[in-house]
């Protein structure tokens, strides 16, 4: 069982047996661990298990049936959380909603249901939505805002962002208050660390969506991602200021992104992109029917000479039926965007590529572009026995809830 952050009592003297006041004389009982023999079944328990005060963190059981509706949550301190279904061999799986109500915590105006400034947060076993009708005005919220150095992991989860809002994000690598309101990034070397395995994410909006002058280290394995807007999406500093790297390993993944792979995105005042670096193992990419650009970088300004924002290796990579590999345009009036078809792609990238399937990667279902892309599922990833591509294991991919 895991510590409780409870001093142990003091040596007295035999006359003397009189037991010592608690650390906590008014305070609830540690958060449950995953030996307590009840688990969590209510939006009151799992609220009241995250505010108690201790540095170490802590394992928090969710029952089977427990289908909780959560306002924003602030993960506390410096330790390691995990957040876990009681028993993963039940046919029903834990199911948390979001319900931010006028929430508008931060100066980007974002809310999210879990907010982890620091330390780590793991859920395993959990089904979390964010429903449609509950989301703020322009769909600006994410299941996750994490700062620099936390660590996220998401393992046998899915997760649902519903709607089309293009401002809507799976997660949020979010810089301080007083940076978004100057504009101006300090710098940080410490890395937001997200992690999926074995999961199905599925968002209207972005997957990641990573604040000027913040570093993303972003590692999928065995996962399935369906996305509205990019899988990445980074931002431009001031001009002047130095961009940090965002990090994109995927082992396995089958990833459909109406945005792409990666979208670095610049504004007026805000040149200076981040750089990109992708490294993807026996996984699929898709973007559009009409062919939207894998990856998509747009900046203010023409660069002279260019300095290249994108470093990719593949292998074994099926590239489902794109026709853009890769754009980059600007603003700069009479600038023209450089369009990366199939042959640019092989001779931009080839010496790191290996064994690449380009066109078809054989569905046994063609995808319908009229269905919301929130509502994809594994089984409509899943290839037909002569398919050449290499992706996910859908026999550990949990299946989602069933909308309400």
Not at 284 to 293: E, H
């Amino acid at each position: 069982e895991r510590d409780q952050d409870v001093p142990d009592e003091p040596e007295r003297p035999v006359q003397e047996p009189v037991t010592p006041p608690s650390t906590r004389p008014n305070g609830p009982e540690p958060a449950r661990s995953i030996n307590d023999a009840v688990p969590i079944r209510t939006t009151a328990e799992l609220i009241d298990a995250l505010r108690r005060p201790t540095t170490k963190g802590g394992t928090i059981r969710l029952a089977a049936d427990a289908d909780l509706i959560l306002p924003p949550c602030e993960v506390p301190g410096l330790g390691s959380w995990i957040i876990q279904a009681d028993s993963e061999k039940d046919r029903t799986r834990p199911k948390i909603r979001f319900r931010p109500g006028d929430d508008l915590t931060t100066a980007s105006g974002r809310t999210a249901l879990f907010r982890l400034r620091a330390g780590s947060l793991e859920l395993r076993g959990i089904d979390i939505v964010l429903p449609e009708d509950e989301a703020p005005p322009r769909g600006r919220w994410a299941a996750f805002a994490v700062w620099a150095g936390a660590d996220l992991n998401l393992t046998r989860c899915t997760v649902t962002v519903e709607g089309d809002q293009a401002q809507s994000a799976l997660v949020i690598v979010q810089a301080d208050d007083d940076e978004i309101e100057s504009g101006l990034a300090h710098p940080d070397s410490a890395a937001a660390l997200v992690r999926a395995t074995d999961c199905l994410l599925r968002a209207g909006g972005d997957l990641v969506d990573v604040a000027a002058g913040r570093r993303l280290d972003l590692e999928l394995e065995n996962t399935v991602i369906a996305t509205g807007g990019s899988l990445v999406h980074g931002h431009g500093l001031a001009r002047g200021q130095v961009a940090e790297l965002l990090k994109l390993v995927m082992r396995r993944v089958s990833a459909r992104n109406g945005g792409g792979l990666v979208r670095l995105e610049s504004e007026p005042g805000e040149p200076e992109l981040p750089m990109a670096d992708v490294v993807a193992r026996e996984s699929i990419v898709a973007t559009t029917p009409d062919g939207g650009p894998l990856f998509l970088v747009d900046e203010q300004e023409s660069n002279d000479p260019p300095r290249d924002r994108v470093r990719w290796q593949g292998h074994g990579v099926t590239y489902h039926r794109i026709s853009t590999y890769r754009l980059d345009q600007s603003a700069q009036p009479g600038s023209m965007p450089a369009r990366f078809d199939r042959p640019a792609w092989e001779v931009a990238v080839g010496p790191r590529e290996v064994d690449p399937v380009h066109n078809d990667a054989r569905f046994l279902d063609e995808w319908n572009p009229a269905r919301s892309i929130w509502s994809l599922s594994a089984e409509d990833v899943r290839l037909a026995a002569d398919s050449p591509a290499s992706g996910p294991d859908l026999t550990l991919i949990p299946e989602p809830p069933r909308p309400e």
